[in-house]
């Protein structure tokens, strides 16, 4: 014990003899697979660029350090060059060997200062400038073989010069980083997949039927995955292992052109030289954006990566808000493609933010870009299909019709001559005949004409149900995705971490998949609900029964979630006898749904009041009161109308719209009223009367 304290001591004074005020030491554990260096790192700006080593970590170097405090610092883009220093402590028995990895394959200058027994440092350079033989691994980014003597503390030196700073140093023990690369290789490999088979597919339909929004889509969709391989490295590690310019300039070369085939895509699919005709104008126009991005490209790498983050937020808004309108013009794919660029604009804005040093850099922003556009790419196709399958739909609409008149045609012609054949024998019976062929012929055209008509209106009816089952679908999409995914989340973290983690995170995991479930079985049990309802099956059992007991039992069976958001409820019994005639069941779930939403939309420590009051002698007036987000005015009345949610509510808690519904259907069958107001002080009230 006497011994390893003086070997810490020893350590401890050799470092402060050695480098000035810095961040903590790392201590480097033998079995430990990795560690996130952004905490123990000493950052220092180098604005002009020319400072050395020996600059910077002399007796009395030219500027100070500041200690990091993120996990992965970012610096968002600069011309300034930045160093870092961290030290490494090994009280081990023996040398460990490690791997110091830096996930930024677009970095385009890297220094690795090691100091070396005899004084001085080893200075190893690389950086996607340099092509991929200036690395020690033939890896997608940037590792390097760390030696950490044994019973010492070692201090490291990194320059770093490139377009934009951002430095997710790990250090991993060499088994761990290996099957770190194998896994994030399987992900890539997925996602990759699922490009190229869209890729595939739907080249294999432009050879088929030669329209051209087909080839704008695979084009568009091969420089998306040309434009990702470049970014995450895999590319130059790949494709072009010698040629450094083109792995530093591919990334916005392949970006501009994947901008360019993007917009001719979206104007064929969206069909807008026909829907809007004169704002097409305008948008092949904004074509010129992606030739002069291309150009700016060849002539400034730091201009371009920033005039393409920019133009790359408005063609993405220019698009979506021309996808709306083509929504509203009825235009049937515009639905997909709304969505479909929704979700991409979602993780591209989330992934430039972090470009840009606005937000952290995590697994989840770099992966962003991914998950969204394979959603995107997805998304897009089905839209494809969509139109193929109502292309084919319209060809055999009008294939029947055609066959239905040629069926008349011949029957027509066959009854022509057959009174052709009579026409000499029976003239005066000819011409009866013929007067009560006419007659029969005109019925025809008027059981034709009768006929169109029903067609015409079978037709507004089918498109008036499809309208509805859009419109059904699209609002459900996203309350059934959510807890899908949860399942599926938790299910697969569950295998992948089976026998690596406690029980007791294996049990959240059922719990949050049990939680899912539930709110599955709740939504369908809506649905159900409210069919029953509309339908007038629903079977009601009215009986004498008092309010109060009522309120009390749905607060008993909503304490837990009172009491996680630490909120009050004032409810005072009335001091009059709240009995009335009501379906008990019924009204308890007209109260489990109001105070439910309540509890929903009331921030943390928040209050929640209700009144049971009596109306005009001749009705009982409840009230649920929140101090929450409140409704906007003009939706107090629409809030009640089925699928339909207050916009402030929309992305802040989900719902399917269906509750509030069901509610009103309950309380319209008891003879009542139910309404929605916003409180003075904010917040909402909502307020049923029942004949008393």
Same mark, same amino acid.
């Given at each position: 014990m006497i011994k390893q304290l003086l070997i810490v001591l020893s350590i401890a004074l050799v470092s402060c003899s050695q480098i000035p005020l810095a961040a903590k030491s790392l201590n480097v554990e033998e079995n430990e697979a990795s560690y996130t260096l952004g905490p123990h790192l000493d950052v220092l700006e180098d604005k002009s660029g020319e400072w050395t080593i020996?600059?910077?970590?002399?007796?009395?170097?030219?500027?100070?350090?500041?200690?990091?405090?993120?996990?992965? !610092?970012?610096?968002?883009?600069?011309?300034?060059?930045?160093?870092?220093?961290?030290?490494?402590?090994?009280?081990?028995?023996?040398?460990?060997?490690?791997?110091?990895?830096?996930?930024?394959?677009?970095?385009?200058?890297?220094? @690795?200062?090691? !100091?070396?027994?005899?004084?001085?440092y080893d200075?190893?350079?690389?950086?996607?400038?340099? =092509?991929?033989?200036?690395?020690?691994?033939?890896?997608?980014?940037?590792?390097?073989?760390?030696?950490?003597?044994?019973?010492?503390?070692?201090?490291?030196y990194i320059r770093f010069h490139s377009n934009a700073i951002n430095l997710p140093l790990v250090l991993w023990q060499p088994k761990a980083f290996t099957e770190h690369v194998i896994k994030w290789q399987i992900a890539l490999g997925i996602y990759c997949g699922i490009l190229i088979v869209v890729i595939l597919y739907n080249f294999f339909l432009y050879v088929s039927i030669?329209?051209?929004?087909?080839?704008?889509?695979?084009?568009?969709?091969?420089?998306? @995955?040309?434009?990702?391989?470049?970014?995450?490295?895999?590319?130059?590690?790949?494709?072009?292992?010698?040629?450094?310019?083109?792995?530093?300039?591919?990334?916005?070369?392949?970006a501009y052109g994947c901008i360019f085939f993007a917009q001719q895509f979206a104007r064929s699919f969206l069909i807008t030289a026909q829907v809007i005709p004169r704002f097409d104008r305008v948008l092949n126009g904004l074509m010129g954006i992606s030739v002069f991005g291309f150009v700016l490209s060849l002539v400034s790498y730091n201009l371009a990566i920033q005039f393409l983050s920019i133009s790359s937020i408005f063609i993405l808004l220019t698009w979506i808000f021309t996808s709306i309108y083509c929504v509203r013009r009825g235009v049937h794919t515009a639905r997909y493609f709304l969505i479909a660029w929704t979700v991409f604009i979602a993780g591209g804005l989330l992934h430039l933010l972090k470009t840009l040093g606005i937000f952290p850099t995590n697994f989840f922003t770099n992966w962003m870009d991914e998950i969204g556009s394979s959603m995107e790419v997805i998304l897009l196709a089905l839209g494809l299909a969509s139109r193929i399958n109502r292309m084919k739909k319209k060809e055999k609409v009008i294939s029947d019709a055609l066959q239905v008149q040629n069926i008349e045609?011949?029957? &027509?012609?066959?009854?022509? &001559?057959?009174?052709?054949?009579?026409?000499?024998? &029976?003239?005066?019976?000819?011409?009866?005949?013929?007067?009560?062929?006419?007659?029969? @012929?005109?019925?025809?055209?008027?059981d034709l004409q009768l006929s169109n008509q029903k067609y015409k209106l079978a037709k507004e009816e089918a498109e008036k149900a499809n309208a509805a089952k859009s419109e059904f679908l699209t609002n459900m999409s996203h309350e059934l995705r959510t807890p899908m995914q949860g399942i599926l989340g938790f299910s697969k973290l569950g295998y992948d971490k089976t026998g690596n983690i406690e029980a007791g995170r294996v049990k959240?995991?059922?719990?949050?998949?049990?939680?899912? %479930?539930?709110?599955?079985?709740?939504?369908?049990?809506?649905?159900?609900?409210?069919?029953?309802?509309?339908?007038? &099956?629903?079977?009601?059992?009215?009986?004498?029964t008092q309010l109060t007991p009522l309120v009390a039992t749905i607060l008993k069976e909503?304490?837990?979630?009172?009491?996680?958001?630490?909120?009050?409820?004032?409810?005072?019994?009335?001091?009059?006898?709240?009995?009335?005639?009501?379906?008990?069941?019924?009204?308890?779930q007209v109260l489990r749904n109001l105070i439910s939403n309540a509890i929903k939309f009331t921030p943390q420590a928040g209050k929640i009041m209700i009144?049971?009051? @009596?109306?005009?002698?001749?009705?009982?007036?409840?009230?649920?009161?929140?101090?929450?987000?409140?409704?906007? %005015?003009?939706?107090?009345?629409?809030?009640?109308?089925?699928?339909?949610?207050?916009?402030?509510?929309?992305?802040?808690?989900?719902?399917?719209?269906?509750?509030?519904?069901?509610?009103?259907?309950?309380?319209?069958?008891? =003879?009542?009223?139910?309404?929605?107001?916003?409180? !003075?002080?904010?917040?909402?009230?909502?307020?049923?009367?029942? !004949?008393?």
């Amino acid at each position: 014990m006497i011994k390893q304290l003086l070997i810490v001591l020893s350590i401890a004074l050799v470092s402060c003899s050695q480098i000035p005020l810095a961040a903590k030491s790392l201590n480097v554990e033998e079995n430990e697979a990795s560690y996130t260096l952004g905490p123990h790192l000493d950052v220092l700006e180098d604005k002009s660029g020319e400072w050395t080593i020996y600059d910077i970590c002399c007796a009395n170097p030219k500027a100070s350090f500041e200690t990091s405090s993120q996990d992965i !610092p970012n610096y968002g883009f600069t011309d300034s060059v930045y160093w870092v220093r961290f030290t490494l402590t090994n009280l081990g028995e023996e040398d460990l060997e490690r791997i110091l990895e830096l996930d930024y394959p677009t970095m385009n200058q890297i220094e @690795l200062y090691t !100091p070396m027994s005899g004084g001085g440092y080893d200075r190893r350079v690389t950086g996607d400038i340099f =092509g991929i033989d200036s690395r020690e691994l033939n890896y997608r980014s940037y590792a390097f073989y760390l030696t950490i003597p044994a019973q010492a503390s070692t201090t490291y030196y990194i320059r770093f010069h490139s377009n934009a700073i951002n430095l997710p140093l790990v250090l991993w023990q060499p088994k761990a980083f290996t099957e770190h690369v194998i896994k994030w290789q399987i992900a890539l490999g997925i996602y990759c997949g699922i490009l190229i088979v869209v890729i595939l597919y739907n080249f294999f339909l432009y050879v088929s039927i030669r329209e051209s929004v087909y080839l704008y889509y695979v084009l568009y969709v091969f420089g998306f @995955l040309m434009t990702q391989l470049s970014l995450n490295g895999i590319a130059t590690q790949v494709l072009w292992t010698d040629c450094s310019w083109w792995a530093n300039h591919s990334m916005l070369i392949f970006a501009y052109g994947c901008i360019f085939f993007a917009q001719q895509f979206a104007r064929s699919f969206l069909i807008t030289a026909q829907v809007i005709p004169r704002f097409d104008r305008v948008l092949n126009g904004l074509m010129g954006i992606s030739v002069f991005g291309f150009v700016l490209s060849l002539v400034s790498y730091n201009l371009a990566i920033q005039f393409l983050s920019i133009s790359s937020i408005f063609i993405l808004l220019t698009w979506i808000f021309t996808s709306i309108y083509c929504v509203r013009r009825g235009v049937h794919t515009a639905r997909y493609f709304l969505i479909a660029w929704t979700v991409f604009i979602a993780g591209g804005l989330l992934h430039l933010l972090k470009t840009l040093g606005i937000f952290p850099t995590n697994f989840f922003t770099n992966w962003m870009d991914e998950i969204g556009s394979s959603m995107e790419v997805i998304l897009l196709a089905l839209g494809l299909a969509s139109r193929i399958n109502r292309m084919k739909k319209k060809e055999k609409v009008i294939s029947d019709a055609l066959q239905v008149q040629n069926i008349e045609l011949e029957e &027509k012609n066959q009854a022509l &001559k057959d009174y052709e054949k009579t026409l000499e024998q &029976k003239i005066e019976e000819r011409t009866n005949q013929l007067n009560r062929k006419n007659r029969q @012929l005109n019925r025809a055209l008027e059981d034709l004409q009768l006929s169109n008509q029903k067609y015409k209106l079978a037709k507004e009816e089918a498109e008036k149900a499809n309208a509805a089952k859009s419109e059904f679908l699209t609002n459900m999409s996203h309350e059934l995705r959510t807890p899908m995914q949860g399942i599926l989340g938790f299910s697969k973290l569950g295998y992948d971490k089976t026998g690596n983690i406690e029980a007791g995170r294996v049990k959240d995991f059922f719990n949050e998949i049990n939680l899912s %479930g539930h709110r599955l079985m709740n939504l369908l049990n809506d649905l159900l609900d409210l069919s029953r309802l509309e339908s007038r &099956k629903e079977l009601y059992d009215f009986e004498t029964t008092q309010l109060t007991p009522l309120v009390a039992t749905i607060l008993k069976e909503q304490e837990a979630l009172l009491n996680e958001k630490t909120l009050r409820v004032e409810f005072e019994e009335p001091d009059f006898p709240d009995i009335t005639i009501m379906d008990k069941d019924k009204i308890l779930q007209v109260l489990r749904n109001l105070i439910s939403n309540a509890i929903k939309f009331t921030p943390q420590a928040g209050k929640i009041m209700i009144r049971v009051e @009596l109306e005009d002698n001749s009705y009982l007036k409840t009230s649920v009161i929140d101090n929450g987000i409140g409704i906007p %005015g003009d939706e107090l009345d629409t809030i009640f109308d089925k699928f339909v949610q207050s916009s402030r509510s929309k992305t802040s808690a989900g719902g399917t719209g269906l509750g509030l519904a069901i509610c009103h259907n309950i309380i319209s069958a008891h =003879g009542g009223k139910i309404w929605a107001e916003n409180h !003075p002080e904010g917040g909402a009230i909502f307020r049923f009367l029942l !004949p008393k």
